[in-house]
Every structure is written in structure tokens, then in C-alpha cells.
């Protein structure tokens, strides 16, 4: 009923290094070099083991998800094909030095939504266009045999016709809204790169970003309707995270973008997300995040939080991993697979109820500078309650049938 796609080889050609793709650094036409979203020099290398760091890469066994972790060479943790090798020395400075002045800041945000635009073209391939005239065949057909009656020619014409138009306005719908999702992500990337523009031109001052360790800082702009917020830990946690959120609400989607880079001693932790969320939840969003940045424990949860519900886009250092106890790990990966569970409004930034980063979360509590409540060292040790995998698994089918674009666009015209 869908066009033919060899999904895994396309994904594949996405993912790999290649050359064939155009810069997409405004109006230049040079081809891509592989290059990182991340600085592999000064962040990713210091999470990494003998070259590698550890990734979230579930197999497929026939029409199954498999959940797995794999090695992912230094080389290859997240790089896209983004830029040519001129437009990639735009961000020499992120590269070679630690994210010190508003520039950077803005630098690495245009960088990583850029990487998120990229790879927007999986969404191409996961929603294939319907193949109209094996569609009309399938329900024409299966129309008959269930109603056991005859069509003349002329009523079969008929059908067929509407049925035809039907699915084209489906598949026009849904290019519709991926092509708007795209246009949305490329006008957040260009606002940082104007804003770059703005500050090489000395339109307002390249001021310094706060100290590490001390408050969280919010962004806002009169011409704009997202805000930033960014915060510079004093400790490290051995993890890289560069994803977008797509949550809708009545219809509507509203996208979060969060960047965490680890650095020698230290992380900065960058999240852009609309203004106008949804009034019902504004508040709530709101207060999460603010009050994830009181002390080095809840900034530990605030990171662990966006672990789970951003699987696809973490990198860990191999220890992490590697020293976690197997039936943790199962856990964990299982969460993974239903990532619907922990992004959708009513449950965005609830504290992730298991610790990743035991070894950290132990240390930060033996310091003894805050009082934590002795849930904060149980979810070391205890895993909670999940419903059984079945019934996870028919949830999930149940959202994605509910919200993917293609049946919704039927489901509107049928």
C-alpha cells in the first residue's frame, strides 16, 4: 500500500559520510564534509575509552526492535553531513575551546539544530508516500469480497476515481506537515545564525557566559518567539546529548531542542523551546526546569531525565555502561523502547525514576552539602514497577496509530 523503500539502506545512506550532499550553511552550494555537532576534540574524546563511546542502537530481527547499545567510534558520535569544509570552520572556536561568550553559545545551538535539520530527512523515508493505485486495488478489492457485490463498470470508475483522489490529498497532507516541521527547524537554526551575523557586525555585545556552578540563565528575545536557557555544571557528566522534542498538543506540535556537552570537568546543558506552550502546562515546564538547577543532584536528574527521553541522540561514556548491572541495563533499554511513555505534555521532565550515573550519584550525595531525600540513593539499587512489555508495546502501537501522519490524514478524509 506504501511505496517501496529499502527503509534500512536509505537510513543507512543518511547516516554514513558522503559527499554528495549540499552544505547547509545559508546559500552555498559546496558539498558536505563529515563534521561533528558536537567538538569531538575538547567533548567527545573526554567521554570517550579507547576511541569509543556508547550509543543506543536497537537491531531489527524481522518486524521486531531489538535493544541494544554499540560501540560508536569517536569519529563518527554525532557527525552529519551539515557543512562544507569552509562553513565548517565556522565553528573553529566551539571546537578548540569551551563555550565561554554568548557567540559560542548561539554558535553551537545554530551547529546542533542544523545536525537536527539534517537528519529531519529520515522522516521521508519512515512516511513514505502512499502508492495510490496499490491502495485502490487493496480496498476495492477487499470492498467487494467483504460485501459479496458486484460493481458495473461504471460505478468501479467511479470509486475508483474517488478513491484515488482520496489518497493523494492524504499523501499531500502529510508532506504538508513534514515539510512544515522542516521549515520550522530551519527558521530556529537561521535566527542563531543571524544573531552570530549580528554580533560579528558589533550590533550588541558578545557578553560572557555565567561561572560554573553558579545559576541558571534564561534567554529571551523581542523579535523572537523562543527563549533559550543554558547552565555550566562544575563537575562532569560522561554523557553527550544533541536531540529535538516534537510533542503535540491539540493538533499542534511544539518542538524542544536540548544540547548537553561534556568538557574536561565541567558540562554546559542548552535547551530552546517555544514561548508559547500550551497555558496548562507553561507553569509546570516552567517551575521543572527552574528547579533543576538548584544544586548538582537535580541537575544529575534534569540530564538523566533528558537520557530517557532522548535514547536515539546519547552518547555515554563506555564505564557507564559497561559497570552497569545487567538487569539494570535490561531496564533501562527497555524504557527506551517506549519513549512515548516519557514524552507527551502530561509527563514531560518528571524525574526519571532510576539512576544512570550510579557512581556520580553516589559521590554527589556523599558530599553532604544538601540534604536528599533517600529516594534520590534508592533508585540505585530498586528498580520500579512497569507494566508488563505487551502491554507497553500495544500503547505504543496505539499512539502511533493515533498520530502518524499519513493514517491521520486518511482518518480526515475518508
Known sequence: MFEKKDYDKEILNINKRSKKHTCLYSDCLGKTIYSHAISKSI?????????????????????EKIPKISDVGINEATAFNGFCHLHDGFFNDIDEREINNLRDLFLQIYRSISCVYYYEQIGDVLYPDIDIDEAVKIIVNNQITKDEIDLTQDKLYKVKGFLSDEMARANNIKNSELNKRKEEINRVRN??????????????????????????????FN??????FYYITDF????????????????????FFYIVIPYEAS????????????????????????DAFKNRLSVLNFIETLVISSPDETYFKPCIINNMRKEKLDFILNDFMFLHEFLSFDKYFLE???????????SIISEGINVFNESELDKIHTLPMRESIDVRKNKMMSKIMRENITIKSLKNDL
Open 43 to 63: 567533548s567527545i574524546e573526554k567521554i570517550s575509552e579507547n576511541g569509543h563511546v556508547k550509543k543506543f542502537s536497537p537491531i531489527r530481527h524481522g518486524d
Open 191 to 220: 535566527y542563531f545564525l543571524n544573531n552570530i551575523h549580528e554580533l560579528d557586525e558589533c550590533k550588541y555585545t558578545n557578553r560572557k557566559l555565567n561561572e560554573k556552578g553558579t545559576e541558571l540563565q534564561t534567554i529571551k
Open 223 to 228: 523579535d523572537f518567539d523562543y527563549a533559550l
Open 236 to 255: 562532569q557528566v560522561p554523557v553527550a546529548i544533541n536531540t529535538m522534542h516534537n510533542l503535540n498538543y491539540d493538533g499542534r506540535n511544539f518542538l
Open 267 to 290: 558540562n554546559i546543558i542548552i535547551g530552546v523551546m517555544e514561548n508559547n506552550l500550551p497555558p496548562e502546562y507553561y507553569d509546570k515546564i516552567i517551575t521543572l526546569i527552574d
Open 352 to 362: 526519571y525514576d532510576v539512576s544512570i550515573f550510579d557512581e556520580l550519584r553516589t
